[in-house]
């Protein structure tokens, strides 16, 4: 009994997590949410340029877009994150004067997710059936507007499912902003778990911290899940039953 | 006395290969301002490239394309696209828009209409393939050939000079290649300048003026269909017709 009694107090001493849900509210938190949802967004722009770069017909173009893609999604999260954090820190405080490590963490995990959200968006641009191209082409409408009419609305659609799943990932790994230093108002969840954990000698706050991931994360999964259910079987209640196809008992259904 | 603003279109020694692949080998077609021209032959005869190497969707490695007797060989490809309709095998229609915003995404766009204006334009244009009430349907909910009437529909919106049709029959079920081919005699009958591509013999010999009879990249025959389908001349389109009718 006493093994169990020290198990339960080890991870769900329920005091310990008490003592820090404020501080994971308060700040850990937004802070989590501002690292991800910034870098969520601005890798989603510098990925689809990554994607359109690597779609297109200039050899020099989809070279280049590889070759980012290739360095930043095959280094770990942690060393892009000490290297660009320790490296151009230094360099921002001397030209801003802000020893703030938030926009170099956000520039570190947007560099990061743009390789991974680009080649997400390439492969949904890339699974558009080339007749699209080719109709919209006709209609006389360019490369370049074809694409971002025709052609990347539905291939952004296909891969909605991947894209939040890389938003997760993003959630966790802003964890590792960790190692660049942070005030007490700056910490983000893990932080504000692991320190405490430090200081009571007690893992709890970090199950706390765990907790609170989950409940960004479950909901996201399950988001995922119904996007891809309804993507497979469309839009229901805009579903109308084709009235040739219904008369003659086929095919009404895509 | 015709419906629309036609032009006559003229393909001349129109040449093309992709590598070592010569796939259109000196090509003549002239289309008559508001007449049909059919193109027939077995596949693979470099049918379907020939209709994107006059609109440019290729561009061909030699020779000239006149529309309304002018060369658009320097025209802004684009452009020229837009005095040219194409209507496709697959429809390829916009799956993530209705079927009134798959036909007026290119007034709004190209020819810069106001969105009402643009989609009663686009209601006009449904209204005359019989398909106004499925307006706000999305595409995947239309049989084929209702899908093959709004992607005409569509092309018809931007009131062009001529129409291409590549084979576009011949991904319907059969019960559905009527209503399409009807239409299509329709617009013939209207004044359209059409090029039609087409494994359609009855079509072919009944409604279009001339008929190109093409085999490895060359025209073998050309004439009238009376000529080409009773008393074809060369061996090779005796034994093409000897297969398919």
């Known amino acids: 009994m006493d093994a169990l009694d020290q198990l339960v107090k080890t991870f769900f001493d329920w005091e310990a997590m008490a003592a820090v849900l404020p501080n994971m509210i308060m700040f850990g938190l937004p802070n989590t949410l501002i690292l991800a949802v910034s870098s969520g967004v601005l890798g989603c722009i510098l990925g689809m340029v990554l994607a359109v770069m690597g779609t297109s017909r200039l050899t020099p173009l989809r070279w280049l877009s590889r070759i980012y893609t290739d360095i930043f999604r095959g280094v770990p999260a942690i060393v892009i994150i000490l290297l660009i954090g320790l490296g151009l820190g230094p360099i921002v405080r001397v030209a801003t004067g802000s020893t703030n490590p938030f926009p170099l963490a956000i520039f570190a995990l947007t560099l990061m997710a743009a390789a991974y959200i680009g080649e997400i968006f390439r492969s949904g641009i890339q699974s558009v059936e080339k007749g699209q191209l080719e109709a919209s082409r006709a209609l006389g409408f360019s490369y370049g507007s074809s694409m971002r009419l025709v052609v990347i609305p539905q291939g952004v659609r296909r891969v909605l499912p991947a894209l939040v799943n890389q938003f997760i990932a993003l959630i966790k790994d802003s964890s590792l902003i960790y190692l660049l230093g942070l005030i007490a108002s700056q910490r983000e969840i893990f932080r504000i778990g692991n320190d405490a954990a430090a200081n009571t000698g007690n893992l709890s706050p970090l199950v ?36 040739a196809a219904a008369l003659i008992g086929k095919g009404a259904q895509p | 006395m015709s419906e629309f603003a036609s032009g006559s279109l003229t393909g001349k020694n129109l040449h093309l290969s992709f590598g070592t692949n010569h796939v259109l080998r000196g090509i003549d077609l002239h289309v008559e301002k508001g007449t049909t021209a059919s193109v027939i032959g077995p596949s693979g005869s470099g ?37 040219i309709g194409m209507v496709f095998q697959q429809f390829n229609l916009f799956p993530h828009k209705t079927v009134v915003d798959n036909v007026s995404l290119a007034l709004r766009k190209l020819r810069k209409l106001p969105a009402e204006q643009a989609r009663a334009e686009a209601l006009e244009q449904l209204d005359l393939v019989g398909l106004k009430h499925k307006a706000d349907a999305r595409p995947a909910n239309l049989s084929g050939g209702q899908q093959q009437r709004v992607a005409i529909a569509r092309a018809l919106a931007m009131k062009p000079e001529v129409m291409f049709f590549d084979e576009a029959t011949s991904a319907l079920d059969p019960e559905l290649v009527k209503g399409v081919l009807a239409l299509m005699a329709d617009l013939a009958k209207g004044g359209m300048t059409m090029v039609v591509v087409t494994h359609e013999m009855g079509f072919s010999r009944n409604v279009s003026d001339t008929v190109t009879f093409m085999d490895a990249g060359v025209v073998v025959e050309s004439g009238p269909p009376e000529q080409i389908f009773t008393s074809p001349r060369t061996e090779r389109l005796q034994g093409f017709l000897a297969d398919v009718l």
Do not use: C, W
């Not at chain 1, 909901?219 to 469309?234: F, Q, S």
């Not at chain 2, 006149?66 to 060989?73: A, F, I, K, T």
């Open chain 1, 208 to 243: 706390a911290a765990a907790f609170m991931y989950l409940i960004l994360t479950v909901p996201l999964t399950h988001l995922v899940n119904y996007i891809d259910k309804r993507l497979r079987t469309g839009r229901p209640e805009k579903r109308q039953p084709d009235d």
């Open chain 2, 47 to 83: 049918k379907s490239t020939l209709l994107r190497v006059m609109n440019r969707l290729i561009e061909p490695d030699q020779g000239d394309i006149l529309l309304d007797g002018r060369s658009v060989l320097k025209d802004n490809p684009d452009e020229l696209r837009q005095r």
